[in-house]
């Protein structure tokens, strides 16, 4: 039951039976082989059927998150009965935004030093996808805005408040500016992030309240892309302050800082459930509680 109960989740991520079946290493037919035999079991159908995936049914939802729930339990107790073995072993999943990603070393490096048998997997995703991945137990810990936009039911822990720079060539005369407002950049020939993005959504709002509709003549999904078109002077754009650590040739790029309005979002982790979590989730909370208090901040995990 519970293997199947696994598969089902995989399904609700991928919401396409071919996709499913490759992401859980199985032939279709013996994917939906399972989703069939599980229905039968439980006396209902799980999902709408048609040409393509459809959904699932109001007991399908129902039993999804029981699935979500005996999965991750059963996950837990099996990490947990390893532990007591000695020391943390496993595997310990993140998903983190792209504009966070530069700050994962600062707590993968001392978890690593700490729990060395524990394998980590670190991936890149937009904040929806995290949500999404967390929901369906594809990964156990998000990196991502904690007070931007809903986070449904999912436990919070607060790690640093991220600010906004403008990005400028250093041959660009901007570059003698010492600050600047969001209005005066709202002006300039941007390139951003794309919409997806929470960033960009966020860039977007605050552009908008304070210089009216303005919209970017360059886009991109990577913020190396973003850096390269930057150093060409043609383009600027808007980054959180903690990426200029991660330019690439920074003596060809300057940042400036934004101001009216001075705009502050809180970036953490997100875990799904309550305390007490997976052994291998809880000594990473605490890693990442220790590594930024030990830069000035710190805060208790709380329910969102």
């Not at 293997?3 to 071919?18: I, N, T």
């Not at 500016?177 to 390139?191: Q, S, V, Y």
């Not at 709002?205 to 210089?211: A, H, I, K, P, T």
Request: some cysteine; hydrophobic content about 40%; aromatic content about 6%.
């Amino acid at each position: 039951m519970l293997d199947k109960l696994e598969l089902l989740l995989v399904l609700a991520r991928e919401r396409h039976f071919g996709r499913a079946a490759e992401a859980a290493g199985v032939t279709q037919p013996t994917f939906s082989s399972a989703v069939k035999s599980l229905e039968e079991s439980l006396g209902t159908a799980l999902v709408e059927r048609g040409s393509r995936f459809r959904g699932f049914t109001q007991e399908g939802e129902r039993v999804l998150e029981w699935a979500r729930r005996l999965v991750g339990d059963a996950r837990t107790m099996r990490q947990e009965l390893q532990s007591l073995k000695g020391s943390l072993s496993g595997q310990l999943r993140i998903g983190a935004i792209p504009t966070a990603l530069p700050c994962v070393p600062n707590l993968t490096v001392p978890f690593n030093n700490r729990h060395p048998r524990v394998r980590l997997s670190v991936f890149s995703a937009i904040s929806t996808d995290i949500l999404s991945k967390l929901e369906n137990l594809a990964i156990d810990i998000g990196i991502s805005y904690v007070d931007n936009e809903p986070i449904g039911r999912l436990t919070t822990v607060p790690l640093y408040e991220e600010q906004y720079m403008l990005l400028v060539s250093s041959r660009s005369p901007l570059a003698s500016f010492d600050k600047m407002t969001w209005g005066e950049a709202a002006r300039l020939p941007l390139c951003l992030l794309t919409p997806d993005t929470q960033s960009r959504r966020i860039i977007d709002q605050v552009l908008q309240e304070n210089g009216g509709d303005c919209a970017p003549t360059f886009e991109s999904n990577s913020m190396m892309t973003l850096f390269t078109h930057v150093r060409t002077g043609r383009w600027v754009s808007i980054i959180p302050a903690r990426l200029v650590d991660s330019i690439e040739r920074p003596r060809q790029l300057k940042t400036i800082p934004l101001i009216s309005p001075h705009v502050i979002k809180s970036i953490g982790l997100l875990m799904r459930g309550r305390e007490p979590f997976a052994p291998a989730v809880s000594a990473f909370v605490a890693i990442a509680q220790r590594v930024f208090a030990e830069r000035g901040k710190v805060t208790e995990p709380e329910p969102a």
